[in-house]
């Protein structure tokens, strides 16, 4: 009887397990789910939308002088302490407006209205006067632009959901665009352009689709201070030609921040003081020089003008560039991991000499994995490069090192280089990507023992302009299986052996041939083809992408806790009951 129990006990206890484990996977997935839903809906309580009770239909608002005010009735006599007040209506419509005003010289404030529209829920004109508008607590839903002003005006504590884009500022200096809430809009939630010493502060932009929370444009000494962006499409906050601005006190998550300027001047400009990404330090150095950052407490990291300066151990997710450096040297970037960032790379390097990227893993990046550009002499060695639109992307970049690289699974090009004269591309790993490597308008380099192995189209390509590079000793497999060659060729007097020792290149398909023909316009071939690779040519292993621990995950694993503690508890109380069997 005992050893029955016992039996019947260990197979109920086997069911329970498989129960159990499909009970945690379940838990794990809906906690995620359920914890980021709470955590958009505590954002989004934070703005409260228009009382529909007190809302008049109401048709469309066209004022186009100042004696359309008087003739529409409007509550104010249109001064400062007395504005005209259009306030509690409701005006959806098929025409392009629901609220239009150009060309007057009074003080007006448009509150608690409800719109919808074709173009814009409420436009404002570059003919009305500056700073006489104020626009706050309405709903603009549905249109084009929710928002769109194009004079100095106030918008304040409004939401704008649902629309292309959220607030539009344009030519709108000394504006002032707060406490406001933009989400769900199909391209950005607010937008100002050429509107220079303007504040954008406390506004929450989450869930703008296709590209930035807030996105600034030629808009000198701007201020962005106490905004969260979360889920945007690319950005949560874009900014560019805004030199002398005050970036502060931001909480990016899911999202990072882009910066363009044309010098390193006007990138010294910028303040930057507490903003986070994902709940860490968005880390922007300046002038820095002879230190070492290996603490994993940034979720984005920018380097201007820094000297000898070492970047390690980060773990960099969802952020629009995870590392970017500036007008540097002597930077080196170690042993991190950047995934999923939405804007160009995941380790971007600009107009910086002598840096070296290695050791580092770059997964999942929306554009490419590693980014370098008008940059001597940088070393990129032994980095994973995985699943990225391009692998590793290099322009205008001589004297470079490319070694011992994982190119995998990425959907454009593993390595794609531009314009990077007297190169070595030696030892690198090109597997599953649409071309292996693509060079273009570059000259003298070397490319050999590297391994292009099941790349869709051509494992190597060499493209315009391309002239006096050396291809040997490289092993070619299974590439552009639909084709004859697995390389392609429309440059000038490139050579596909090496000249001392008389030897190519490994090609699987050469067949019976005692060369190989070159696919492309320059007519090249192999004449020295190996009947053995010099290198291993076993097919690669796709690496399990790495698991970035955060907060959230912490929120996922809490159910997991509590069934388990219940079945441990279940255990006890099964093995108690069994001492009293005979």
Same mark, same amino acid.
């Given at each position: 009887m005992y050893f029955s129990s016992k039996k019947k006990f260990v197979s109920e206890s086997l069911i329970l397990i498989i129960i159990i484990i499909s009970i945690l996977f379940s838990f794990r997935i809906s906690s995620q789910f359920y914890f980021e839903e709470q955590k958009g809906d505590s954002v989004q309580a934070q703005m409260s939308?228009?009382?529909?009770?007190?809302?008049?239909?109401?048709?469309?608002?066209?004022?186009?002088?100042?004696?359309?005010?008087?003739?529409?009735?409007?509550?104010?006599?249109?001064?400062?302490?007395?504005?005209?007040?259009?306030?509690?209506?409701?005006?959806?419509?098929?025409?392009?407006?629901?609220?239009?005003?150009?060309?007057?010289?009074?003080?007006?404030?448009?509150?608690?209205?409800?719109?919808?529209?074709? $173009?814009? /829920?409420?436009?404002?004109?570059?003919? #009305?006067?500056? @700073?006489?508008?104020?626009?706050?607590?309405?709903?603009?839903?549905?249109?084009?632009?929710?928002?769109?002003?194009?004079?100095?005006?106030?918008?304040?504590?409004?939401?704008?959901?649902?629309?292309?884009?959220?607030?539009?500022?344009k030519n709108s200096p000394t504006s002032k665009i707060q406490s406001n809430e933009c989400r769900d809009n199909e391209v950005m939630g607010i937008t100002i352009s050429d509107s220079a010493d303007s504040e954008v502060t406390d506004n929450i932009c989450s869930n703008n689709q296709r590209e930035d929370g807030i996105h600034i444009d030629d808009s000198p000494n701007t201020r962005v201070e106490n905004n969260i962006c979360i889920d945007n499409g690319y950005n949560g906050i874009w900014i560019r030609f805004s030199n002398s601005s005050t970036i502060?006190?931001?909480?990016?998550?899911? @999202?990072?921040?882009?910066?363009?300027?044309?010098?390193?001047?006007?990138?010294?400009?910028?303040?930057?003081? @507490?903003?986070?990404?994902?709940?860490?330090?968005?880390?922007?150095?300046?002038?820095?020089?002879?230190?070492?950052?290996?603490?994993?407490?940034?979720?984005?990291?920018?380097?201007?003008?820094?000297?000898?300066?070492?970047?390690?151990?980060?773990?960099?997710?969802?952020?629009?560039?995870?590392?970017?450096?500036?007008?540097?040297?002597?930077?080196?970037?170690?042993?991190?991991?950047?995934?999923?960032?939405?804007?160009?790379?995941?380790?971007?390097?600009?107009?910086?000499?002598?840096?070296?990227?290695?050791?580092?893993?770059?997964?999942?990046?929306e554009m490419a994995g590693i980014r370098i550009t008008s940059s001597l002499n940088t070393t990129l060695e032994n980095n994973l490069v995985v699943y990225n639109n391009i692998g590793i992307s290099i322009s205008y970049s001589p004297f470079s090192s490319i070694t011992d690289n994982q190119l995998l699974n990425n959907s454009l090009t593993g390595l794609?280089?531009?314009?990077?004269?007297?190169?070595?591309?030696? @030892?690198?790993?090109?597997?599953?990507?649409?071309?292996?490597?693509? #060079?273009?308008?570059?000259?003298?380099?070397?490319?050999?023992?590297?391994?292009?192995?099941?790349?869709?189209?051509? /494992?190597?390509?060499?493209?315009?302009?391309?002239? $006096?590079?050396?291809v040997h000793h490289n092993a070619f497999v299974d590439n552009n299986i639909n084709e004859y060659s697995q390389a392609k060729d429309d440059g000038e007097a490139n050579l596909w052996y090496d000249v001392l020792s008389e030897e190519g290149n490994y090609w699987s398909n050469i067949g019976q041939n005692y060369t190989y023909m070159i696919d492309g316009s320059a007519n090249s071939m192999d004449p020295y083809p190996l009947s053995v690779s010099p290198i291993s040519v076993e097919l690669p292993t796709l690496p399990i992408p790495p698991v970035i621990y955060t907060d959230k995950t912490s929120f996922q694993f809490y159910p997991i806790y509590v069934v388990s503690i219940l079945f441990v508890i279940y255990i006890c109380m099964r093995r108690k009951r069994f001492q009293y069997v005979d």
């Open positions: 939308l228009v009382d529909s009770s007190i809302l008049v239909d109401h048709n469309p608002i066209i004022i186009d002088s100042d004696s359309d005010l008087d003739t529409l009735g409007f509550s104010g006599d249109g001064n400062i302490d007395n504005p005209y007040i259009i306030e509690n209506l409701r005006i959806v419509t098929d025409d392009y407006y629901s609220i239009s005003i150009s060309s007057t010289t009074k003080y007006i404030t448009i509150r608690s209205c409800y719109t919808e529209s074709i $173009n814009a /829920g409420i436009m404002i004109y570059d003919t #009305v006067s500056s @700073n006489t508008i104020l626009i706050e607590d309405n709903e603009c839903r549905n249109s084009a632009y929710g928002i769109k002003i194009r004079i100095s005006s106030t918008i304040i504590q409004n939401t704008c959901i649902n629309n292309v884009y959220g607030i539009s500022a502060s006190h931001n909480e990016l998550t899911n @999202n990072g921040l882009t910066i363009y300027e044309n010098s390193k001047v006007d990138y010294l400009s910028y303040t930057f003081e @507490n903003n986070r990404v994902n709940d860490k330090i968005l880390g922007y150095l300046e002038s820095q020089k002879d230190i070492v950052l290996e603490e994993p407490i940034y979720g984005q990291i920018f380097l201007v003008d820094c000297e000898n300066i070492i970047v390690k151990n980060q773990e960099i997710y969802d952020a629009s560039i995870g590392i970017k450096v500036l007008y540097s040297k002597l930077i080196t970037i170690q042993e991190n991991i950047c995934m999923e960032n939405s804007w160009y790379a995941g380790i971007m390097i600009e107009h910086s000499n002598d840096c070296r990227v290695i050791d580092n893993e770059c997964w999942y990046n794609s280089a531009y314009e990077i004269d007297s190169s070595s591309f030696w @030892n690198n790993t090109c597997f599953r990507n649409n071309y292996g490597i693509a #060079v273009a308008a570059t000259t003298e380099c070397e490319i050999k023992l590297n391994f292009f192995v099941s790349n869709s189209l051509f /494992g190597l390509f060499l493209r315009y302009e391309t002239y $006096n590079n050396t």
